[in-house]
C-alpha cells in the first residue's frame, strides 16, 4: 500500500473515530442541547456523497471511512430528536 | 467539469457548510458542554491529513471542503476550551 492511500486511511480512521467519544458523550450525558441540528443534517447528507464520491474515485479509504461516519452521524440524529 | 468532481465539490460543500450552524449556535450559546473535546481534537487531525490526502490525489474537491472545515472546527475547539 502506497503512503497516499496509508495517509488516506489514517484520515479516515481519525475523522471516522473523532465521532466515537460524540455519541459516548451525547449517550451519557443524555443532553444534545449544544449540538446543531442543521449541523447533523447537512452533515449527514454530505457523507453519503462523499461516498459516492469515493465509489466513484475508486478510493477504500473515502469509502470505508464515510460508511462508518454515517452511521455513528445517523445514531447522534435519533440522539439530538430524542433527547431535545 | 464531470459529474464525480461536482459530487465532490457538493459533498465538500455539505460538510463543510454543516460546521457554520453548530459555529453559530455555540457562538450564540456561549455553550459547547455537550461537544466532545476529544471529538474535536481528533477530528481537526484526520482534517489535516485528508487535506493531505487531497493534495496528493490531485483533488481539488477534497483540499478546498478539508481547508476550510479545518478553520471552522479550529473556531469550535477555542470556544471548546474558552467556554467549558
Known amino acids: 500500500m502506497d503512503t497516499i492511500t496509508i495517509t488516506g486511511y489514517i ?3 481519525l475523522t ?3 465521532f466515537i ?3 459516548a458523550r451525547a ?3 443524555k443532553e444534545t442541547r449544544d449540538l446543531s441540528l442543521a449541523m447533523l ?3 449527514a447528507f454530505g457523507i453519503l456523497l462523499w461516498t ?3 465509489l466513484w474515485m475508486a478510493s477504500p479509504p473515502i469509502v470505508a471511512a464515510n460508511a462508518i461516519t454515517f452511521l ?3 445514531a447522534l440524529l435519533v ?3 430524542k433527547y431535545h
Do not use: D, R
Open 11 to 13: 484520515a479516515g480512521a
Open 16 to 18: 471516522t473515530i473523532s
Open 21 to 23: 467519544p460524540q455519541v
Open 27 to 29: 449517550w451519557n450525558l
Open 41 to 43: 443534517v447537512l452533515f
Open 52 to 54: 459516492l464520491y469515493g
Open 72 to 74: 455513528l452521524v445517523l
Open 79 to 81: 440522539m439530538k430528536v
